[in-house]
């Protein structure tokens, strides 16, 4: 039962880290697509000031979901890691290189150290969620099983480019609708609708990204496409598009910041949930189901308690924290 537990606890530490993080990237994204200096100047500005209270932050659920994927499920982390090497890799680099882009580049005073700083931290933000999507397309297609070498053909296969280009679209689709909301509170009227229009255009995007995704899984990845459009993982799946639709209504209305942010939250989370539930009882599908790669009864046991203290201490200051930067009190 506690493997069960632990299973539930990581799955929702990469939701977690697909909506914090993925704002975050989708805010990169924009940035890489404003424009040259003169046109995207003001644009790039929000974005710093958006982002320097919480960027940081969205990184702890990353580290929470390898710590519970090497100590809790082993075997998985073996295997994942084995036959994904090289996706996983470029995103790590991706991290590393967007930290430091989006550190440097407010304080340097020289406009050809900004520009390239600038320039790293927006495509790293495009090509970290692409890597990271990949890879979990890898897993979901069932093309990573204990033993298996690395390949290209693991995570550049239909499903994981077609994961890894959704990972970005629903990052872009985020990253908009938080910056629309940042726009509303810093006094930006314009830069609101600027924003708008992108968070539509990205919906927009992967809303066509997932009708393409139906008949492509049909084949190459059958067990999740099965789980996904039947039963609870379908449920998920439409409670998804119904927040996607509900956050376009909120958009074209100016509906409050607050309410469409948690709309759009709620359509990506509802996907990542959907998947966890199509891949059970398997962590790698079809060759590892849960009880199969589980650690240790103890380790499991604790992981348990760990969790359910962290929620306890740590819950309540992430929060707060997102409570008072979506106010605007943090600058």
């Not at 940035?31 to 974005?47: K, T, V, Y």
């Not at 480019?161 to 990972?167: D, E, I, P």
């Not at 650690?295 to 348990?304: E, I, K, N």
């Amino acid at each position: 039962m506690t493997e069960y537990l632990v299973a539930w606890v990581l799955v929702l530490a990469v939701t977690a880290y697909a909506c914090g993080g993925g704002a975050d990237y989708g805010a990169g994204f924009w940035d890489l697509l404003a424009g040259g200096p003169e046109r995207g100047r003001r644009p790039r500005a929000l974005i710093d000031q958006a982002m320097a209270p919480v960027w940081e932050v969205n990184n702890v659920w990353l580290i929470f979901v390898l710590v519970v994927m090497w100590t809790g499920f082993p075997a998985m982390f073996q295997a994942v890691f084995s036959a994904l090497w090289i996706p996983l890799l470029l995103a790590v680099a991706g991290l590393v290189l967007r930290g430091a882009g989006f550190a440097l580049r407010k304080p340097t005073r020289r406009l050809a150290e900004r520009r390239l700083y600038g320039a790293v931290f927006a495509v790293a933000s495009l090509l970290t969620p692409f890597f990271l999507g990949a890879a979990a397309g890898g897993v979901a297609s069932g093309r990573v099983a204990v033993g298996e070498a690395s390949s290209l053909e693991a995570w550049t296969n239909p499903t994981s480019l077609l994961t890894g280009l959704m990972t970005v679209a629903a990052a872009a689709f985020l990253g908009a609708v938080f910056l629309a909301g940042d726009a509303r509170s810093f006094g930006e009227p314009d830069l609101v609708g600027y924003f708008r229009r992108r968070a539509l255009l990205s919906l927009v995007a992967l809303a066509v990204l997932a009708v393409i995704g139906v008949p492509l899984t049909r084949d190459d990845a059958a067990y999740v496409h099965h789980g996904l459009t039947h039963g609870a993982g379908l449920a998920l799946v439409c409670v998804a598009a119904a927040c996607g639709a509900a956050a376009v209504w909120l958009l074209i209305r100016e509906a409050a910041a607050q309410i469409t942010r948690a709309a759009a939250v709620g359509s990506v989370a509802a996907v990542v949930l959907a998947w966890g539930l199509a891949q059970r009882p398997y962590l790698l599908p079809t060759t590892m189901t849960v009880a199969e790669g589980a650690g240790a009864t103890a380790t499991m046991q604790w992981l348990v308690i760990v969790s359910a203290i962290a929620v306890v201490l740590v819950g309540p200051a992430l929060v707060l924290l997102y409570w008072l930067d979506s106010r605007g009190e943090l600058q």
